[in-house]
T-cell receptor, first 115, second 114 residues
Framework: GAGVSQSPSNKVTEKGKDVELRCDPISGHTALYWYRQSLGQGLEFLIYFQGNSAPDKSGLPSDRFSAERTGGSVSTLTIQRTQQEDSAVYLC?????????????FGPGTRLTVT | AQSVSQHNHHVILSEAASLELGCNYSYGGTVNLFWYVQYPGQHLQLLLKYFSGDPLVKGIKGFEAEFIKSKFSFNLRKPSVQWSDTAEYFCAVNAPERDDKIIFGKGTRLHILP
């Protein structure tokens, strides 16, 4: 079946511009996670959605970052007034339910470059 | 908050060598532990996981990991590596009594020489 998809695969933007990154989770998965992968920094947790519960935003690095999940499915990560340090690969993952007992399935990521 | 340390950032081995990648976590309560792998050009995927029971867990492709609670460790091992094991390996921890977040380490790049 279809896995987690993300778009765009690559995004180059100028410093100060806003960007939107999209994640389509596996159908039926109730949990959705966003991570940021920077060279040498591993995966940094950003935000987590589980069903209709309030999202866990504790990993968002600044108020320039926000995310929403519409209809319990597609999610959009928005970065406002991008900075060069925002350059990274942004990964989305989904799992069948919202506990860590369920395997996370990762998408291919969006490589963001801020010039 | 829980954190994960992977001591080896880059490991180079020859085929058939034995592998052990270190992982330590900092959290005193109940933990779920994971190893994820990212092969070149592919998505991150689960290699193995520990939730409870036998502290020695076996995963795909001949990998295993041992949970040693007293050492807060979950090292990954493979007795004989293959060139196809070249990848980046991530250790991760979840503290289920706190929340459902999974915290990842910074990863270890493994390069196997043919």
């Amino acid at each position: 079946g279809a896995g987690v998809s993300q778009s765009p695969s690559n995004k180059v933007t100028e410093k100060g511009k806003d960007v939107e990154l999209r994640c389509d989770p596996i159908s039926g998965h109730t949990a959705l996670y966003w991570y940021r992968q920077s060279l040498g920094q591993g995966l940094e947790f950003l935000i987590y959605f589980q069903g209709n519960s309030a999202p866990d935003k504790s990993g968002l690095p600044s108020d320039r970052f926000s995310a929403e999940r519409t209809g319990g499915s597609v999610s959009t990560l928005t970065i406002q007034r991008t900075q060069q340090e925002d350059s990274a690969v942004y990964l989305c993952a989904s799992s069948a339910q919202g506990t860590a007992l369920y395997e996370q399935y990762f998408g291919p990521g969006t490589r963001l470059t801020v010039t | 908050a829980q954190s994960v340390s992977q001591h080896n950032h880059h490991v180079i081995l020859s085929e058939a060598a034995s592998l052990e990648l270190g992982c330590n976590y900092s959290y005193g309560g109940t933990v779920n532990l994971f190893w994820y792998v990212q092969y070149p050009g592919q998505h991150l995927q689960l290699l193995l996981k520990y939730f409870s029971g036998d502290p020695l867990v076996k995963g795909i492709k001949g990998f295993e990991a041992e949970f040693i609670k007293s050492k807060f460790s979950f090292n990954l091992r493979k007795p004989s590596v293959q060139w196809s094991d070249t990848a980046e390996y991530f250790c991760a921890v979840n503290a289920p009594e706190r929340d459902d977040k999974i915290i990842f380490g910074k990863g270890t790049r493994l390069h196997i020489l043919p």
